[in-house]
């Protein structure tokens, strides 16, 4: 993208995003120091109280053990104050690496750093593989410069959304959205602050899921409740009977045995679900974060935005951040059979893991089947921060306009997204209407491909509601195809050619189909085969295509195919072209889109280039002998 067709663009926050990591950094440093102040202070309270136990025995006097009683309240408490304080150092280094990372993508630096998708794209890439033909996903890919998604829920939501257009008015909805968490720097970095996770790349939920919306209940769980408060007074109450005022102990040794047959009696049902809650303390922490910050968000900024945070909100049920802090209260309380005392004294006694799973239960028939909307909520809102984020840090790209008349597709200033900035030429182009065929000619290594990409990328940020990589756009809604990216197979017996041709398959069988227009786009047509029947494959599918109404862009370096037009109603070919500058065995491209057919091929100059001595030919009359009278074009 030249400088001077951009002159009037807004520029790139880069001032705004440094200002704002200073301050994190700070937030940061002080957190930090905080931390280590108050450990530090923990520390020399543990060597005092020790110093308070080593005394009485070397002086021979119990009084300076009164001391530790105060010690051990002040360790507690500022155990509570120094745990505040990690989770502010948390939230502020999460913070620090959500600007640190849009600094990335600001300068170009972005590549190989971030989150590539894979898998999450996997089940909604469908069988045209435009997610490959595209690179949605993968490293350098649309999906790692967009994404800054922690949830699960919120990386499978972004991904569904670059692989399955929404209609029109959705469209609408999201880049309202989207708008508005552009404009909020703040906020997005509090979505992700609330989220982020130092150990792991994204919030498991699937087993959170499965055990909320399981069916299976435990047997008898109205009797269970009542030995799980019943029995412990009875142990507590026998056991005070009989080793503190003096009774009989028989009693407490027979509530022993009744507390040993539950436990082994509830063993199974108690493992099966304490596996699945032990320890994600941490994580429904974050997801009630993350909640509790959309439950927070300003009203009136975005129809979408509102009704999610109304889902979460939940009226007169109460808000479903403070459900998940419960579930994360009865989870942490599990826990503590983790300690070795606790699990081998008072848990057995108090049954514990019983009880606390009891309340698990219970929070799970209550609540549990709303869990999994309280997560896509989630996702939605992470999906729409991430592409917040993309129109913040890119503000040269502008919202498409959906029209349902003139040409299907049309941008001007088109850039291919994942080039960087300050290299990428911008091209204007127009696909034109119903049945139109843009042939794009040109030599190897020209930019033929990476523009098909550049128009395929645009329609799949139109079709999430992101903005685009022109500086206007104009399009239908289109189903998108593609063939540009072709693999063939040794484990399938594909050859390339024939793994091209069922991708081409795919191309046509949807354009067979009702719905809107398919827009295809094919890279070097049929190049696997001879070029009579290259030329005469080529033409019968995009005469085809033409004739049911498709739009589409097909490059090629075999100047035949431009015979398709001879074929075709009058103005539905439009030919343009790259062209290159020879410089002895040197080429140059300046990637700018021309009318007409390329005039010029540069394989016989690329392969002097690398040092492969081949002879070249400008014209018919330069062809060695054997070859005099041959046409340069042979069908």
Not at 414 to 436: C, M, Q, T
Request: contains cysteine; aromatic residues 8%.
């Amino acid at each position: 993208m030249n400088s001077q067709e951009f002159e009037d663009i807004p520029s790139p926050p880069v001032a705004e995003i440094e200002a704002a990591h200073h301050i994190a950094q700070q937030r940061f440093k002080t957190a930090d120091r905080v931390v280590d102040n108050l450990g530090n202070v923990r520390l020399l309270l543990v060597v005092t109280g020790m110093l308070l136990v080593i005394m009485p025995l070397y002086s021979r006097n119990g009084t300076p053990w009164w001391g530790l009683v105060p010690l051990a309240v002040a360790f507690l408490i500022l155990g509570k104050i120094q745990d505040r304080w990690q989770e502010r150092r948390r939230v502020a280094n999460a913070g620090l690496q959500y600007l640190e990372h849009s600094l990335a993508r600001l300068r170009e630096q972005w590549r190989g750093s971030a989150d590539t998708g894979a898998g999450v794209g996997q089940s909604w890439i469908g069988g045209l593989h435009y997610a490959d033909d595209l690179d949605i996903f993968g490293p350098s890919s649309l999906y790692q410069l967009i994404s800054t998604a922690i949830t699960m829920e919120g990386r499978r939501t972004l991904a569904r959304w670059l692989c399955v257009p929404a209609s029109p008015t959705e469209v609408v909805e999201r880049q309202q959205a989207v708008r508005a968490l552009a404009a909020d720097l703040k906020l997005r970095q509090r979505c992700f602050a609330a989220a982020a996770v130092d150990d792991v790349q994204s919030l498991p939920s699937e087993a959170l899921l499965e055990w909320a919306e399981g069916e299976e209940r435990l047997p008898w769980m109205p009797g269970l409740s009542v030995i799980g408060w019943v029995l412990p007074l009875l142990f507590l109450s026998t056991f005070t009977w009989g080793f503190i005022v003096g009774g009989p102990r028989v009693p407490f040794y027979g509530m022993v045995v009744i507390h040993g047959i539950v436990l082994f009696w509830t063993r199974k049902w108690m493992a099966t679900r304490i596996d699945v809650l032990a320890g994600p303390e941490r994580v429904l922490h974050r997801y009630a974060r993350l909640i509790e910050v959309v439950e927070q968000l300003p009203k009136a900024r975005a129809a979408r935005l509102d009704i999610l945070r109304n889902q979460l909100v939940r009226g007169s049920k109460g808000p479903a951040s403070k459900e998940v802090q419960r579930l994360e209260a009865w989870v942490e309380m599990l826990n503590a059979r983790l300690n070795m005392f606790f699990a081998l004294t008072l848990g057995p006694a108090l049954l514990w893991e019983l009880n606390v799973v009891l309340r698990t239960e219970a929070w799970r028939l209550r609540v549990g089947r709303e869990f999994r909307l309280w997560l896509e909520v989630l996702g939605e809102v992470e999906a729409l921060a991430s592409m917040g984020a993309f129109a913040y840090e890119r503000p040269e790209y502008v919202f498409p306009e959906w029209t349902e008349d003139g040409p299907v597709w049309s941008a001007e200033k088109l850039v291919h997204p994942l080039i960087d900035k300050r290299k990428v030429v911008a091209n204007d182009l127009s696909l034109g209407e119903a049945g139109a065929v843009t042939l794009l000619s040109g030599s190897n290594m020209s930019g033929k491909s990476t523009l098909l990409r550049a128009v395929g990328l645009s329609v799949v940020l139109a079709g999430a509601g992101a903005p685009v990589p022109a500086r206007r756009m104009r399009l239908r809604s289109v189903r998108l195809a593609t063939s540009v990216r072709v693999v063939d197979s040794l484990a399938q017996g594909a050859s390339h050619f024939y793994a091209e041709l069922r991708r081409l398959k795919q191309v046509i069988d949807l354009a067979r189909t009702s719905g809107p227009p398919v827009l295809y786009l094919l890279d070097e047509l049929l190049h696997g085969t001879n070029s009579r029947e290259r030329y005469l494959g080529a033409v019968s599918v995009v005469k085809w295509l033409s004739e049911v109404g498709a739009v589409g862009m097909v490059t090629t370096h075999d100047l035949g195919l431009a015979r398709v037009a001879s074929f075709l109603p009058k103005g539905k070919v439009v030919n343009t072209h790259f062209s290159d500058d020879v410089s002895g065995n040197g080429l140059q491209f300046d990637y700018h889109l021309r009318p007409g057919l390329i005039q010029t091929t540069n394989a016989l100059r690329m392969m002097r280039a690398v040092g492969i001595d081949v002879q070249i030919v400008d014209s018919p009359d330069q062809f060695p002998t054997e070859l005099a009278g041959a046409s340069p074009l042979p069908f």
